[in-house]
C-alpha cells in the first residue's frame, strides 16, 4: 500500500464523532422514502385536527366565549340584562353573553373605545348609549355580527311586543378587543402546539425505523467500538432534525409557491404574545428540544430492544406517549397559572408544548430562557443514561442467569 | 498513561458479570507487539466479551486493562481497528464509501478513506466493485469490505473476533496472508477463533480461555509441550513378550500403536522391542498438535468450572 503515513491522534471528540454520524444518516434519510412520507407530513393536521377538535372546542369555551359588556344607565343595563335572559334560551346559544361594565350617572362621560383596551379578555365588544339607540363598539366583523342579537335584544326590552327594532350604531375599533387578542393567541398557541406535536411525532418515528435498520444492518457494535455511544445517539438525533428543517424548508417553500401560483393566501392570525418573530425563534426552539428529548427516549428504549421485531413493538406505547403529553399540554393551555400548566411547563417532555403556547399568550421571556435550559439539560442526561444503558445492556454477550447456566456453560450455544 | 512493556495488550484479572453471570472470570493477557496472537475456546467461553472489554465497548467490573499503552482503550480508538463476530455494513452504501465511513469514524478524513478504500479494493482485486453498494455483494466480497474497512486508518492493533467464520476456503486463505502481511509490517494482530488450525498456521501466542478464564497464555509451542509427544509404532508381530514394554496409555489403532513418550526415553524401549522380537517396521515420535493441546487444556478448565459451579449450588 503505498499511502500517506496516518497522522491521526487519539479518538474522535464528541461532537466530531456526531458529526460523522450525522452526515452518514442525514445524506442517506435525505434520500430515503421516509424522507418521502415525512414531506407528506402536513396532510396530517386534517386527521389529528379532527381528534383535537374537542380539545380546540374546550379552549374555545373555557376561556374565550366572547360577550357584550354594557356600559349604560343603570335601568338600560338591568333592562338589557333581563331580555338577554328572557331570549337567551330561546336563541339556542346564538345569543352573545351580556355582563356589565359600568351602570353610569346621568350625563357621565364613557369612552368604550379606551375601554375596550383594558377590559376584561371575555369582552369583544361594548354597548354604550341608550336602549332606543345603542351604540356598539368593537371589531369591523364582530360588531357587524352582533348588530342583530344586540337590536333583538334591545327591542324586548324596550318593548317585548315591539313591531320594530332599534337602529343599532355600530362604531367599528381599528384594534382588536382583549378578548379577540387573548381568542386569537389561544388559537395561534393552538396551532403552534399541534405544528410541533405533529413534527415530533413523524421524527421519532423516523428516528426508531432509522434504529431497527441500524439493528438489522447489525453496524452498532462497530461505532460502539469506534466512538462513544453519546456521540452515536448525538448524531442520530441531529441527523434527523436537520433532515426536518430541510422539510421545513420544503413546505414553506411549497406555501410561497402556492401563493403566488394560485393565491391561496395564508390565514390571518393573531399576533402571539412576544410577537411573530420570537414566536417564530421560540417555535423552531421549542421544536428541536420536543424533538430531542422525545427522540432521545425513543433512541434509548429502542437500542435496548433485543429484536427488530421488539422495536416496533415499542412504537405502538412512545406514540400514545407522545399523544397524551400532547392533550395535557393543550388541556394545561387552557388554565394559565394553574398548577397544571405549571407542571406541564416544567415535565420535560410536554414542556416545549406548554412553553409554546406560553410564548403566544403570554410576553413575559425569563421563563423561555429557563425552560430551554431546563430542557437542554434533560435531553443530555436522557442522551447519556440512554448511552450508559446501552453499554451496560445491550453490548453484552451470553445468557443472563445464574447456576442453572454455569452447569451447561461448556456445551451452550452462542454464549461468548 | 503510555508505558514501555513491549507489550500491545497487558491485562490482568479482568472480570465481567452479566446478571449474575461470570462472563469473564479474572482473565490476564499480555501480547506482544507485533505479534499475531490467537484467543482461543470453545463457544461460550468469554472471548467475545473479553475482546469487547480491551475494546473499551465495555467496561470491566474489575481487573486492569492497558492498550497500545493506555488504560482506556477508547483513547486509542484511532489506531485499533476492529472486526466484529457479527459483520455489519450500511446496505446503501459503495463499497468504497463503507471503507471511507469505517476510517471517519477512526478520524480520518471523509475523503481521504474514501481514496484509501478505492486504492485498497483495487490491490485487493475488488476494483470492479467499487461503485457498487454493499447490497450487491455476495456475503464474502461484504466481508472482505468490511475488513478493508477495518483496516484503511493502518491501525498498531488489529482485532478480529471469529474473522474465519462464514468464509470458504479460498478467502480464508486470502484473510491468512493479510494477517501474515499486516504482522510482518508490525502491526499487532489479535484474533478469536474457535477453529485451531488457523491459530497454529499463524499465531506467535495463543491464549485459551474456558469458562471465563485463562488456564493457558503463552507461546504455540508451549502450549503443544503441554502435551508429552505421541510415539507411534508399527510392528511385523502382533502378539508377544515385547508388548509388556508397552506403557500403560498404549492404545492399538489399526496397524498402529501410539502412546505418550516415556520419561525414560525411547531407547530403553526400543531395547526391549527388539529384545522381544516384536519386528518393528516404523517408530516415530510426534509432537502433540495445538488441537490436542487445545482439547486437553481447554477440557480440564471446563471440567474444573463444572466442578466448581457444583460445589457452589451444593452450599
Not at chain 1, 346 to 370: E, G, K, Y
Not at chain 2, 54 to 72: A, F, K, N, Q, T
Not at chain 2, 160 to 178: H, I, Y
Request: charge should be positive; glycine fraction near 10%.
Amino acid at each position: 500500500m503505498d499511502m500517506t503515513a496516518p497522522t491521526l491522534k487519539g479518538r474522535l471528540p464528541l461532537w466530531a464523532a456526531a458529526f460523522v454520524i450525522a452526515r452518514r444518516d442525514f445524506t442517506y434519510i435525505l434520500f430515503s422514502r421516509s424522507f418521502f412520507f415525512f414531506l407528506l407530513g402536513p396532510l396530517f393536521p386534517l386527521v389529528v385536527g379532527v381528534l383535537a377538535g374537542s380539545v380546540g372546542h374546550k379552549v374555545e369555551n373555557a376561556e374565550t366565549r366572547p360577550a357584550i359588556a354594557l356600559a349604560m344607565s343603570a335601568p338600560d343595563v338591568d333592562a338589557l340584562m333581563a331580555a338577554n335572559q328572557a331570549l337567551a334560551p330561546q336563541m339556542n346559544g346564538a345569543m352573545p353573553d351580556f355582563m356589565v361594565l359600568k351602570r353610569l350617572k346621568t350625563g357621565e362621560p364613557f369612552n368604550a373605545t379606551e375601554a375596550l383596551k383594558s377590559a376584561p379578555t371575555e369582552v369583544a365588544a361594548i354597548a354604550t348609549g341608550t336602549l332606543a339607540a345603542p351604540i356598539l363598539t368593537g371589531p369591523q366583523q364582530r360588531i357587524e355580527n352582533w348588530n342583530g342579537p344586540l337590536a333583538l335584544v334591545a327591542g324586548h326590552a324596550l318593548h317585548p311586543n315591539a313591531a320594530a327594532l332599534p337602529r343599532i350604531m355600530l362604531a367599528p375599533t381599528k384594534q382588536a378587543t382583549t378578548a379577540d387578542r387573548h381568542r386569537g393567541q389561544m388559537i395561534t398557541a393552538q396551532a403552534g402546539q399541534t405544528l410541533l406535536f405533529l413534527l415530533t411525532m413523524l421524527l421519532a418515528g423516523m428516528v426508531l425505523s432509522n434504529l431497527v435498520e441500524e439493528k438489522g444492518n447489525k453496524i452498532i457494535e462497530i461505532l460502539a467500538a469506534a466512538i462513544p455511544m453519546d456521540a452515536v445517539f448525538l448524531g442520530k438525533l441531529f441527523a434527523m432534525l436537520a433532515v426536518s428543517l430541510v422539510g421545513i424548508t420544503c413546505w414553506g417553500l411549497t406555501a410561497v409557491v402556492l401563493n403566488l401560483a394560485l393565491g391561496i393566501a395564508m390565514p390571518a392570525m393573531i399576533a402571539p404574545a412576544v410577537g411573530w418573530p420570537l414566536f417564530i425563534i421560540f417555535g423552531v426552539v421549542y421544536f428541536a428540544m420536543g424533538y430531542l428529548l422525545i427522540g432521545s427516549v425513543f433512541l434509548a428504549i429502542g437500542s435496548l430492544a433485543t429484536t427488530v421485531r421488539d422495536v416496533q413493538t415499542l412504537n405502538m406505547p412512545a406514540t400514545m406517549l407522545q399523544l397524551l403529553v400532547f392533550f395535557i399540554a393543550s388541556f394545561a393551555m387552557t388554565q394559565p397559572g394553574s398548577a397544571v400548566e405549571i407542571g406541564a411547563a416544567i415535565f420535560p417532555f410536554s414542556s416545549p408544548f406548554a412553553m409554546l403556547a406560553r410564548a403566544a399568550t403570554s410576553p413575559v421571556l425569563w421563563t423561555h430562557a429557563a425552560a430551554i435550559a431546563w430542557q437542554a439539560i434533560c435531553v443530555a442526561l436522557f442522551i447519556r443514561m440512554g448511552a450508559a444503558m446501552f453499554r451496560k445492556r445491550v453490548m453484552k454477550s451470553g445468557p443472563a442467569g445464574g447456576k442453572k447456566v454455569k452447569r451447561r456453560w461448556f456445551g451452550r450455544e452462542k454464549t461468548q | 498513561m503510555a508505558s514501555n512493556t513491549g507489550l500491545a495488550i497487558e491485562a490482568r484479572g479482568l472480570v465481567k458479570k452479566f446478571d449474575g453471570f461470570t462472563a469473564v472470570d479474572g482473565v490476564d493477557l499480555r501480547v506482544p507487539e507485533g505479534a499475531i496472537y490467537g484467543i482461543l475456546g470453545p463457544n461460550g467461553a468469554g472471548k467475545t466479551t473479553t475482546l469487547r472489554m480491551l475494546l473499551g465497548i465495555i467496561d470491566p467490573d474489575s481487573g486492569y486493562r492497558c492498550v497500545l499503552g493506555h488504560e482506556r482503550p477508547q483513547e486509542m480508538a484511532h489506531a485499533i481497528g476492529y472486526l466484529p463476530e457479527e459483520r455489519g455494513l450500511y446496505p446503501a452504501m459503495k463499497t468504497y464509501e463503507a471503507i471511507g465511513f469505517l476510517g471517519a469514524l477512526r478520524g480520518l478524513p471523509l475523503a481521504e478513506g474514501q481514496r484509501r478504500g478505492k486504492q485498497l479494493l483495487e490491490e485487493n482485486g475488488l476494483g470492479y466493485a467499487i461503485d457498487r453498494q454493499i447490497r450487491q455483494l455476495s456475503k464474502g466480497m461484504a466481508q472482505q469490505v468490511q475488513l478493508l474497512g477495518c483496516l484503511v486508518h493502518h491501525p498498531r492493533l488489529v482485532i478480529f473476533d471469529e474473522p474465519f467464520s462464514g468464509l470458504d476456503a479460498l478467502n480464508q486463505g486470502r484473510l491468512e496472508n493479510v494477517i501474515r502481511g499486516l504482522a510482518a509490517k508490525g502491526t499487532t494482530v489479535i484474533f478469536s477463533t474457535h477453529v485451531i488450525a488457523h491459530a497454529e498456521r499463524m499465531c506467535d501466542e495463543v491464549a485459551i480461555i474456558a469458562g471465563g478464564k485463562v488456564p493457558f497464555a503463552g507461546p504455540v509451542d508451549v502450549a503443544r509441550d503441554r502435551i508429552p509427544p505421541q510415539v507411534r509404532l508399527e510392528t511385523r508381530a502382533q502378539t508377544g513378550a515385547w508388548r509388556s514394554a508397552l506403557p500403560h496409555d498404549a492404545r492399538n489403532e489399526g496397524k498402529h500403536w501410539l502412546f505418550s513418550l516415556p520419561e525414560s526415553g525411547v531407547e530403553p524401549l526400543l531395547r526391549a522391542l527388539i529384545e522381544g522380537e516384536a519386528g518393528i517396521l516404523s517408530l516415530s515420535i510426534e509432537r502433540a498438535g495445538l488441537h490436542d493441546a487445545f482439547v486437553a487444556i481447554a477440557g480440564e478448565a471446563a471440567a474444573r468450572a463444572l466442578e466448581a459451579g457444583t460445589a457452589e449450588e451444593q452450599r
